[in-house]
């Protein structure tokens, strides 16, 4: 029997029971009902890696490299890119499936909505928009002072590009920065193709630099035979723990691929396409970033690197000093390229959250010609462009760091569910209601009629004891006893393994929460903290244990779409991404989770005023997913 629920109930439930309009959950195709707002399907592979290519490798591997091989690594820097590579890889992973199952704008935020639920999708969201606000302000106000550098000095720029500090305060404008990001909103809005190749033209000049860089910086270390690795501490100068901590400082090098799930509804072929994209953009930016590490740490000792200009300085000590403004001029490209694609995600991320009623629908416009989300790339890009004008928010770069993880975690979150207790329901407009009906009528008399036959059979072996063919009926109806309640008994056992897995996900996140943070806050006492580690560990093996003996749903098969990547390895895979990022978020600073955490605040607000009660999922019937089909012929057939 079809069994439907509304979600107006839902509603009613915030002032009664609790806050179970948090878990509405909407389809895959979630455009299926609603149209309009296409937008163009444009991209392929190459304009994919363009993507993930020029907004992962940013200025920061011409800074990171002095700071960890300094601090942490030494001259194992490249295993700790290595090891975060491996990292990174585990959410590329996740991502990759799940951009193929579900390729539709909005990244993370609309992956969540699917599997966990409107309250966290809203989060995310809203983290997301805090993140690539404060990314691309931050990568904009540092192209200035670079491309002061390839013109000659500090104050080279044009008096009306320079900088200026406005008399009586202490607010440093950057007409330049300002500039940069208006003329790429500008880009923006004309198409998604030709963004992407002017991006692409950027990236290659980028990645070019950085060739030279290897190249040129291998050729002068065979010369001085490697003097960088020749130190008295050896290669593990600070010991395992320190390869490790370098890991985690240059970790944040790789964010950036997700950008290209942002795109997914533009890609030609996502199925195929956006797994092939993340992989290769990362692949790509793993290997250059071993290679440049290794041939800068080879230079020069890494003790005598400058943690601001690294490679610049490590080639002026060889006596290359031409080569300085090479480097110079990439650190502006890497730049240039970063904030075209920290740009470029978020009107999509509005344009999600708009489809879905969270955010006014001007959002979601999407211009007849270009194809792309004018109205809030305009939005965006002024907003950006006025921070980036009055705000120096160096200070609030750790912000963006909590966007991308708390995605990254959720990603992976969202696999185990998808894997292990899939969505069995499908929420309808209120205007499918009719359809509904009917459908539900009919399978309610279809199960009336088997009841019936059901019955006739067991009462045959009495009534027509002389018919062969009856008796054998009734013979098997004795020896296998109501195939009905078989059936249900089936069901049954279904649910409570999709109730084993839900648990032993909740006990995998709440183990991963205890333990990380019992293992990073060192001012705990002794005995609570290894009390808790214990806790922690226990349930987290306890939840994988049992997601492991229990198995996966076979209704994933049919979840989204079908035929493109697999994600391996789970649940392990999945429960390492989630050990690993919750690990690096739990030790952010405090000063960046309290910035955070008024942001959050706001957006709980916003939430609960505005986009609880004009979610498009308010008032919606949730049908088995099996029924979809039918009430959609159905409505035709009405109609």
């Not at 590579?85 to 499936?97: D, K, Q, T, V």
Request: aromatic share 10%.
């Amino acid at each position: 029997m079809m069994e439907f629920r509304e979600g107006a109930a839902e509603e009613k439930a915030f002032s009664g029971v609790g806050f179970r309009f948090l878990t509405r959950r909407k389809q895959v195709d979630s455009n299926r009902t609603g149209g309009g707002h296409q937008l163009a399907k444009a991209l392929s592979v190459p304009q994919l890696v363009v993507i993930g290519v020029g907004t992962t490798i940013g200025a920061g591997v011409y800074v990171l490299v002095g700071t960890a091989a300094r601090e942490h690594s030494g001259p194992a820097l490249t295993i700790s890119f290595l090891i975060a590579g491996i990292a990174a890889a585990l959410s590329a992973f996740c991502y990759a499936e799940l951009s193929s199952r579900c390729p539709s704008a909005g990244s993370a935020y609309h992956y969540s909505y699917i599997c966990v639920g409107e309250g966290v999708a809203w989060i995310v969201g809203w983290a997301l928009i805090l993140e690539y606000t404060i990314g691309g302000a931050a990568v904009a106000r540092g192209i200035s002072p670079n491309l002061a550098l390839v013109f000659g000095g500090k104050d080279s720029l044009p008096s009306f590009l320079a900088r200026v500090q406005i008399p009586g305060t202490d607010i440093v404008v950057d007409p330049c920065a300002a500039s940069l990001v208006l003329i790429v909103t500008i880009l923006l809005c004309l198409g998604i193709k030709e963004s992407t190749f002017v991006q692409g033209i950027v990236t290659t000049l980028n990645v070019c630099v950085l060739l030279f860089v290897i190249i040129a910086g291998g050729y002068i270390c065979f010369q001085t035979g490697w003097v960088g690795y020749s130190v008295t501490g050896g290669y593990f100068p600070y010991g395992v723990n320190g390869v490790l901590a370098g890991s985690a400082t240059v970790f944040f090098a790789f964010i950036g691929f997700d950008s290209v799930a942002s795109t997914a509804e533009e890609v030609k072929n996502p199925q195929r396409d956006l797994p092939l994209g993340i992989a290769a953009a990362l692949t790509i930016c793993c290997s250059l970033y071993m290679m440049v590490s290794m041939v800068v740490v080879g230079l020069v000792p890494y003790f005598a690197l400058d943690p601001d200009t690294p490679i610049s300085s490590a080639f002026a000590r060889n006596d290359v000093h031409w080569a300085v403004y090479i480097i110079t001029s990439g650190a502006c490209l890497a730049l240039c390229s970063a904030l075209m694609g920290s740009m470029l995600p978020q009107p999509r991320i509005l344009m999600a959250m708009s489809r879905d009623g969270l955010l006014p629908s001007f959002f979601s416009d999407v211009n007849e010609h270009t194809k792309v989300p004018v109205k809030s790339t305009i939005v965006t890009g002024v907003f950006a462009s006025s921070l980036t004008f009055f705000m120096d928010v160096s200070q609030l770069a750790g912000m963006v760091s909590v966007g991308t993880l708390l995605a990254f975690t959720i990603v992976a979150v969202s696999i185990l569910i998808l894997r292990y207790v899939p969505p069995s329901e499908v929420p309808l407009p209120s205007s499918f209601q009719e359809s509904i009906d009917s459908v539900s009528f009919r399978n309610n008399s279809q199960n009336n009629e088997e009841k019936a036959a059901s019955s006739e059979i067991t009462c045959s072996k009495h009534d027509q004891e002389d018919d062969d063919i009856s008796e054998a009926i009734s013979k098997e109806s004795f020896d296998y006893p109501l195939i009905v309640k078989e059936t249900s008994k089936e069901n049954l056992n279904e649910e409570a393994r999709r109730q084993k897995a839900a648990w032993s996900i909740a006990f995998v996140c709440a183990g991963v929460l205890i333990l990380t943070i019992s293992a990073s806050y060192s001012f705990l006492p002794d005995f609570l903290r290894y009390t808790a580690c214990s806790a922690g560990g226990l349930l987290l093996l306890a939840g994988l244990f049992v997601l492991y003996w229990i198995g996966q749903d076979n209704a994933r098969h049919s979840f989204g779409h079908a035929g493109g990547f697999i994600c391996p390895f789970v649940p392990f895979l999945p429960v390492c991404c989630i050990l690993v990022n919750t690990y690096l978020l739990v030790n952010l600073s405090a000063g960046t989770w309290l910035r955070v955490s008024v942001w959050l605040l706001l957006g709980i607000v916003v939430y609960l005023f505005y986009g609880r009660t004009r979610s498009s999922l308010t008032g919606v019937i949730y049908v088995p997913g099996a029924h979809v089909d039918e009430i959609f012929k159905a409505s035709e057939f009405v109609a």
